[in-house]
């Protein structure tokens, strides 16, 4: 997630929870940056939690990367809803 968040949220360290890692990438941030790196992490957890659930009841799987991919596409709406409700 380092990598293609272009450094904007860290990977965990070793022994951190998850709150305390979640809430510690967020708290320094601007508040515009906070808004993006939370949605990362929001939509991130979903889809990690989609691809649980579609393994342990549909026994079905995707690769990483279409799991990347519907990050990315659920991302891409958000954005294209933002642009919709200011452009308004």
């Given at each position: 997630?380092?990598?293609?968040s272009n450094g904007l949220v860290k990977n965990p360290e070793?022994?951190?929870d998850i709150e305390t890692w979640w809430r510690s990438?967020?708290?320094?941030?601007?508040?515009?940056?906070?808004?993006?790196?939370?949605?990362?992490?929001?939509?991130?957890?979903w889809?990690?939690?989609?691809e649980r659930n579609?393994?342990?009841?549909e026994k079905k799987t995707m690769t990483a990367p279409l799991v990347?991919?519907?990050?990315?596409?659920?991302?891409g709406l958000r954005q294209a809803a933002l642009r919709a409700l200011n452009a308004t």
């Open positions: 997630m380092q990598v293609w070793r022994g951190v990438s967020l708290q320094l941030l601007p508040k515009d940056q906070r808004r993006h790196v939370a949605a990362l992490l929001m939509y991130t957890a889809n990690i939690w989609k579609r393994i342990v009841f990347f991919n519907c990050i990315l596409e659920e991302m």
